[in-house]
């Protein structure tokens, strides 16, 4: 018996034809009752695909004249920029950078990636608004952002960056995070872990362990994701009522021993939240400096699942980030962006997973 097609193998047909150009512009794709006799299905199911497609912008139905086709074909290949100056400092945007290459080679786009990744956070202060008018000066189709961070004046230069796009008229998709902090919202399309929700996870996976008393710590300048993962930490904390407040959150350098002495920590009952794994890794070398003892006397994790840190004294738990799938989501949505410049701005939260170590198992 021959299987009835889904609707998400019509749904990948008919994208394929209009990007392919069978569909060209202007042109009506046929009735949702044609289509259903066609591959033998009911026809919701094709109202379901049309729907689809015209909410990615591809298609408007239009009543008493059919649906039409709004992509514009080119066979000319789209070239999109990489501004993804953390690449310099964290493997996730390695990862990122990585993949998105890597779909360049796959599909219909050309990337450009002019570096602006070096180590120190002051030097991609320097290379990343360069980057970004050589790109717009060279007429790119798309810009793929991933806003500077850890310099004091990172919010200015992400505004001022965002804006020159903007006013070029060039496609932006923000990776990582927004240019803004909650609640506040720029008008771009936005892919990132869900960063509450990691924060929520954090927190529940110390309290299981038994950790009645928990700390966040991060860096001065950090990004505005760090924001959102403190919040949910605090949902979840608060929900198990238990006591957090300002005591309990520090920002600060985590080679500082004087400011690490500040913590308050209770033997056995203590959980340390890092904002990320490079934070984490230099806390627990400062925190051996003056005795405390991982497993022992607290509990340690981050985020970022960073390659060394499986391989630390106390192998650090970390929050995975589903780096790869940023990246493709981040093409798709550019796709949409350029079929359909006035498309609604959207976020993408994406689900990450903790990958539990040594270092949030008391001994």
């Not at 945007?93 to 599909?107: H, T």
């Not at 913590?263 to 230099?282: F, L």
């Not at 630390?312 to 949409?336: D, G, W, Y």
Request: with cysteine; glycine share 6%; net charge neutral.
């Amino acid at each position: 018996m021959k299987t009835k097609p889904s609707y998400k193998s019509i749904y990948d047909i008919l994208k394929k034809d209009i990007l392919d150009g069978i569909y060209p512009t202007g042109s009506l794709l046929p009735t949702e009752l044609t289509l259903a006799d066609q591959y033998s299905v009911s026809r919701p199911t094709i109202a379901k695909v049309y729907n689809q497609l015209q909410t990615e912008g591809y298609i408007t139905k239009k009543k008493g004249l059919g649906t039409i086709v709004n992509h514009k074909y080119t066979s000319t290949t789209l070239s999109f920029g990489l501004l993804l100056p953390g690449a310099g400092e964290s493997e996730i945007f390695s990862i990122i950078n990585d993949q998105l290459l890597k779909q360049s080679e796959a599909g219909k786009f050309n990337c450009l990636w002019e570096g602006a990744t070096a180590s120190n956070a002051n030097i991609r202060r320097e290379l990343i608004e360069a980057c970004c008018d050589n790109y717009i000066k060279k007429g790119v189709d798309g810009i793929f952002f991933s806003p500077l961070e850890r310099v004091a004046d990172a919010d200015e230069i992400n505004i001022r960056i965002c804006d020159k796009i903007e006013k070029a008229g060039i496609p932006l998709i923000l990776i990582d995070r927004d240019i803004y902090n909650f609640p506040q919202r720029s008008n771009f399309d936005i892919v990132c872990l869900d960063n509450f929700s990691a924060g929520c996870i954090m927190a529940q996976h110390l309290i299981d362990q038994g950790c009645t008393h928990i700390h966040f710590f991060y860096r001065p300048d950090s990004a505005c994701s760090v924001n959102m993962r403190l919040s949910g930490i605090k949902e979840v904390i608060h929900k198990n009522k238990l006591t957090f407040n300002e005591k309990n959150i520090h920002c600060g350098n985590p080679e500082d021993i004087n400011f690490v002495k500040q913590m308050q920590i209770i033997s056995g009952k203590t959980g340390i939240i890092c904002a990320n794994d490079s934070t984490a890794a230099v806390l627990m070398s400062t925190l051996a400096d003056i005795g405390v003892q991982i497993s022992s006397d607290l509990l340690i994790c981050a985020y970022d699942n960073m390659k060394y840190s499986m391989h630390l004294k106390h192998s650090l738990t970390s929050f995975k980030q589903p780096c790869e799938e940023i990246a493709n989501v981040s093409v798709e949505l550019m796709f949409r962006r350029i079929n359909n410049t006035n498309a609604f701005p959207v976020t993408v939260n994406l689900a990450g997973e903790i990958i539990v170590r040594d270092s949030s198992k008391f001994g």
